[in-house]
């Protein structure tokens, strides 16, 4: 089994920025692609950010620019440094891993951690 635990969520203004981490434990490995998917209320659940073993990045188009993704291999953590945040971005962020081979259905998934954009 693998565990994710996220952290760095909150209520933050427009404009402003936010830091999620996400901590990988159990049989996790550097194999992993690890990221980041968000659901609104009354949305499904969407890509952010992955990221691969090799740092390859791949982003939605939404936060391209504005979201940055980053990855510590040796400690199966994954961050994602959140600028210029817009009410659209609000949603529960959940952290993401999965082995490269494997569909979205054999994906482990965090406990989600909220996100809030308003003034």
């Known amino acids: 089994q693998v565990q994710l635990v996220e952290s760095g969520g909150g209520l933050v203004q427009p404009g402003g920025s936010l830091r999620l981490s996400c901590a990988g434990s159990?049989?996790?490995?550097?194999?992993?692609?690890m990221g980041w998917y968000r659901q609104a209320v009354g949305e499904q659940r969407d890509m952010v950010a992955t990221?691969?073993?090799?740092?390859?990045?791949i982003y939605a188009d939404s936060v391209k620019g504005r979201f940055t993704i980053s990855r510590d291999a040796a400690r199966n953590t994954v961050n994602l440094q959140m600028n210029s945040l817009t009410p659209e971005d609000t949603a529960v962020y959940y952290c993401?891993?999965?082995?490269?081979?494997?569909?979205?259905?054999?994906?482990?998934w965090g406990q989600g951690t909220e996100v809030t954009v308003s003034s």
């Open positions: 990221i691969s073993r090799e740092g390859t990045t």
């Open positions: 159990g049989r996790i490995d550097s194999i992993f692609v």
């Open positions: 993401y891993a999965n082995r490269p081979w494997r569909t979205l259905r054999d994906a482990y």
